[in-house]
């Protein structure tokens, strides 16, 4: 798909934020609170902040919430109602200031709910969703994109992705379909695009590793003592999991109160001791190193033989988040 380049400048952005909240749809954005920024829903463009590596938690409760209701059932002496959550309608959402990372993420997470056969509720929550990305002008120890074919400027999984230059007004990359709609719609806040080139103004994030070469490793390293070594310091805590803006485990709950009751789908994670455990007491996975295990191979060698892509995007979420300084990043480049 042909990209199309404009300039936009600082005021111009403030009055598409105006024009998209105008239209209806709601807008999801970094928000500092406290010593963290979120990913939060806002109403005013003076909420967003700019100076941010990364958001504390990934944006992608807003197609895969935390806990959402596959159906809800009433029962009588007659028949038994069932309603589909399917059905509903949501809302147009746009994701002002993902991240390159957070953009590509949606990648990996879009084509597993969409393997073994399309999830009704993803794809009508997905078809709704605009991704304004914001390209990262600085990088911390913790990025790793361009070890996972990423970088910095990355334009995958975004409709339109944001460079500042140096001038203070930004290059506009509107990549998808999606994408060229909302500039067609608001043709006159964009300009023609500045001969400025984008590379130099991107942050400088290392490359630690070769994914291709990773991927090869792995394929011998099911049985290695590695997996019980990197793993002792895990508390099975399931926060990297959850910050995770690729990690897709859910585990399916039934409540019922009386003659209703519903059926829903809660996050879950490969690291919990539950996670594998079967009716008969037996789990083929009852240590923390063989779960620690399933989480690597998965991300950087079962995704990939799949998917094509990895299940990580080097957003570094993960190591920021545990309570026991794990660090993805030195696991990977250790084996």
């Not at 084509?111 to 969703?129: M, Q, S």
Request: hydrophobic fraction near 35%.
């Amino acid at each position: 798909m042909q990209t199309e380049n404009y300039l936009i400048r600082k005021a111009s952005l403030e009055k598409l934020f105006s024009n998209l909240i105008g239209n209806g749809k709601t807008i999801y954005a970094p928000k500092t609170k406290g010593e963290r920024t979120l990913f939060e829903k806002i109403q005013t463009f003076g909420e967003i902040t700019e100076d941010y590596i990364v958001t504390t938690n990934s944006v992608k409760s807003v197609v895969f919430p935390r806990v959402e209701k596959v159906f809800s059932y009433h029962k009588t002496k007659e028949s038994t109602e069932i309603t589909d959550a399917s059905t509903q309608i949501f809302p147009e959402v746009v994701l002002w200031g993902t991240r390159p990372c957070d953009a590509a993420a949606f990648i990996p997470l879009t084509d597993t709910f969409n393997g073994d056969y399309p999830d009704a509720l993803y794809n009508k929550r997905w078809e709704k969703v605009y991704l304004l990305s914001f390209s990262c002008s600085k990088c911390d120890d913790y990025c790793f994109c361009t070890s996972v074919n990423g970088s910095p400027g990355n334009i995958a999984g975004s409709d339109i992705l944001f460079t500042k230059l140096s001038t203070g007004d930004y290059l506009a990359e509107a990549i998808t379909e999606k994408g060229k709609k909302l500039v067609a719609e608001n043709q006159s806040l964009f300009e023609a695009a500045s001969l400025e080139a984008k590379e130099p103004n991107l942050a400088k994030v290392t490359t630690y590793f070769n994914q291709d070469e990773i991927q090869a490793k792995l394929q011998n390293l099911f049985e290695n003592p590695v997996w019980d070594e990197k793993s002792r310091a895990c508390l099975g805590c399931g926060s990297c999991a959850f910050v995770c803006p690729v990690c897709s485990c859910f585990d399916i709950q039934d409540e019922k109160h009386g003659s209703k009751g519903s059926r829903l789908r809660c996050w879950d994670s490969c690291g919990f001791g539950l996670f594998t455990l079967h009716t008969s007491g037996h789990n083929p996975r009852e240590t923390q190193g063989a779960r620690w295990r399933q989480r690597i191979l998965h991300k950087f060698l079962y995704m990939p033989n799949k998917s094509k892509v990895a299940g990580c995007v080097g957003c570094g979420r993960c190591s920021r988040s545990c309570p026991a300084d794990i660090n993805i990043l030195e696991t990977v480049c250790s084996i």
